[in-house]
Structure formats: structure tokens, C-alpha cells
């Protein structure tokens, strides 16, 4: 069956960085029309991140412009989220998504950003 499995949260700083992954497997990762960064903070709603099309275009929230970059290796089935310039607002579990037929969602990675 499809899974999404992200990877590389942890514990970082403020104005640190994290490289998220997500790898996808049971289905061609080609098809995909659009993959999708959310997250979800304490308390909150989940919140979308970023986007990338199959033709490699971006889409980002107004809170992760300028410092969060999307890309994505089609050899390798994955889609990355470089955060950079880590703020304690970022805390949240990310989550990586997709639509394809149904709505996929993978088990999310934490994120903590404190001193």
C-alpha cells in the first residue's frame, strides 16, 4: 500500500536548521501531481508549508517564505523540506501529503525549536 515516511525532525535552536524528508513508496512517484509539506503545532490546526508540482513549481506559506525550500529527488522517491533560520513559532509535527484519488498523509516528524 502507499506509505509516506518522513524523517529528520529533532531538537534545534533558534536560527538553526533542519533538512525534513519524506519518502513515498507504493505508488509512481512521477504521477504525483503536487507534494505537499503541513504541520501541525500544540494546540493549533494543521497548516500548510509548502507545495512543489511535477513541473517544479513552489508554492509557500507567507511564515516559511524566505526561509524554507522545497525540492524533491524523483530517483530517490522523496520530497525535502530545508528549514532554515529556525524560530520557536516553528514548533509543530510535519507532516508530508499528497492527492492522489484519496488524500495520503504520512506519520509526521517532530520539530522543536528552543533554547
Known amino acids: 500500500q502507499v506509505q509516506l515516511v518522513e524523517s529528520g525532525g529533532g531538537l534545534v535552536q533558534p536560527g538553526g536548521s533542519l533538512r525534513l524528508s519524506c519518502t513515498v513508496s507504493?505508488?509512481?512517484?512521477?504521477?504525483?501531481?503536487?507534494m505537499n509539506w503541513y504541520r501541525q503545532a500544540p494546540g493549533k490546526g494543521r497548516e500548510f508549508v509548502a507545495a512543489?508540482?511535477?513541473?517544479?513549481?513552489?508554492r509557500y506559506a507567507d511564515s516559511a517564505k524566505g526561509r524554507f525550500t522545497i525540492s524533491k529527488d524523483n530517483a530517490k522517491n522523496t520530497v525535502y523540506l530545508q528549514m532554515n533560520n529556525l524560530k520557536p513559532e516553528d514548533t509543530a509535527v510535519y507532516y508530508c501529503?499528497?492527492?492522489?484519488?484519496?488524500?495520503?498523509w504520512g506519520q509526521g516528524t517532530q520539530v522543536i525549536v528552543s533554547a
Open positions: 501529503n499528497f492527492v492522489y484519488l484519496h488524500n495520503y
Open positions: 507504493g505508488i509512481i512517484f512521477s504521477i504525483i501531481n503536487d
Open positions: 512543489l508540482s511535477r513541473g517544479g513549481i513552489t
